[in-house]
């Protein structure tokens, strides 16, 4: 493979390279449609795939926090470029690679849980989308996860094999998307910091301030564990990563999102207690306090006391009185999530096995809100949907889906303890550490969102998890070698 990637060093690669280069300026100066302007990019790409597809699937990580969102054909059609269609290829090349060499899927992963638990949710989605109230929206769902889980579950565990393969994922990654934080930050500098003007800075890179926040508050962990790994190395990379860190503390906190911060927290909290070993307490007792929570709202419409009061509820000029409007129960965003959670609640006794379909949510929660706890958002014109992956998977995939992703996110936290205690390796120790805080801090985003779908969030979310497996596969044949050496 690696003497294949040589084809690049030579003049003939080059003279490709830059001709492609000048073919795409001659498309765009002539037509101004930037999409010629990028056929001949795609046609490069497709050639790096047929000769060494591990170095485009490298090239297609680095594109993923620069992509952006389209719509097309009267905004009946959209995706996001160019990671979405290099996903269809993926998915293609996927489908080859296990057509010619079927043993290329290793047992030690179909014996992973948590690969068990994400084949589980593939399946049963199909009964979902079966029986769905949209049978179209639900099947480009369906389209949609099946190249998605193909590029971002599957295909890493092809790749992460080597100490270097977990750098090059983290390096190629790590540099485009702090050149979208510089941008915005840049931006959003130049209109004051202004809390309620966020999302013209963010502009058109993501989808809004949650996806942002979620996704830097997903590289901070990894970023802290890099920093300890620098450890003996060059002064300059280990004070790069420092200024990183530094720089991405005030980055987040002017996301003006509060998930975010609370998910740094809580992936510390993580990251500490599988160092103890405590970490497989957590989730059940987050579990316990829920169901706990649950019966106490319940129970005599005890949630009915916390109602806005409509005209009180509005979004904040500051975060400041955002935050303080947050404890009062007059902050619109929060109270718009209790709105959605209590309709998503009463929707899913009337559909409690399959749900009503993946992406239907929207065309049906209305009836069942209780207007009590209407907000100024309340005709929700951006289509959002329930801002609760636990309720989301609920009312749209039923409760087999829901208790599949609850237990994923058990099983993620032991297995990565447990991994974490099996190597001896300590690169590979602070790596199984920074997955598994990656996960935590996309799993605490993802309780007051549904994020998993988007190409940035989930696309990491999906990554960690793939090379959480194979640190696991990894730490067990290293404890199997050891122990077959003499005493």
Known sequence: MQQQAGIYN????????????????????????????????????????????????????????????????????????????????????????????????????????????????????????????????????????????????????????????????????????????VVIMARHAAIGFNFRRIQVAIGTIYVNHVDYSTVMSMFFPLLCIALPLTKGKSLVLRGTILLIILFLLPAIYLTYARAAIIAIAFAAVVGIAIRYKLANYIMPSFYAVLALLMVYMVHNNKFMDFRPDYEHTFMRKKFTDHLIATFKGQDMSSMERLYRWIAAVRMSKDEPVTGYGPNTFIYYYKPYAVQSFKTYVSRNLEHSTTHNYYLYMLVEQGWPAMILYAILVMVVIAEGQRTYHRFKDRFYKYCTLGVVMMFCAGFINNFFSELLENHKVGGMFYIGLAALVMLSTKSKQLEKEESLLPA
């Open 10 to 181: 030579n003049k003939l690669g080059q003279i490709g390279v830059w001709a492609v280069l000048f073919l795409s300026i001659i498309a765009y100066a002539l037509t101004g449609k930037w999409l010629l302007a990028v056929v001949p990019f795609a046609f490069l790409f497709v050639l790096l795939m047929g000769v060494n597809w591990k170095i485009a699937y490298w090239v297609f990580l680095f594109t993923i926090p620069v992509s952006v969102f389209i719509s097309f054909a009267n905004d009946t059609l959209s995706t996001t470029v160019p990671d979405e269609p290099i996903m269809w290829l993926f998915l293609l090349l996927t489908g080859i690679l296990i057509a010619r060499r079927p043993d290329v899927l290793e047992k030690s992963w179909l014996s992973n849980p948590i690969v068990l638990l994400i084949v589980l949710q593939y399946v049963w989605l199909f009964i979902p989308v079966l029986y769905s109230h949209k049978p179209l929206l639900s099947l480009k769902f369906l389209a949609a996860k099946t190249w998605f889980l193909a590029s971002f579950f599957l295909l890493p565990m092809f790749i992460f094999k080597e100490k270097k393969d977990f750098r090059t994922a983290f390096l190629v990654m790590l540099v485009p998307f702090l050149a979208t934080v």
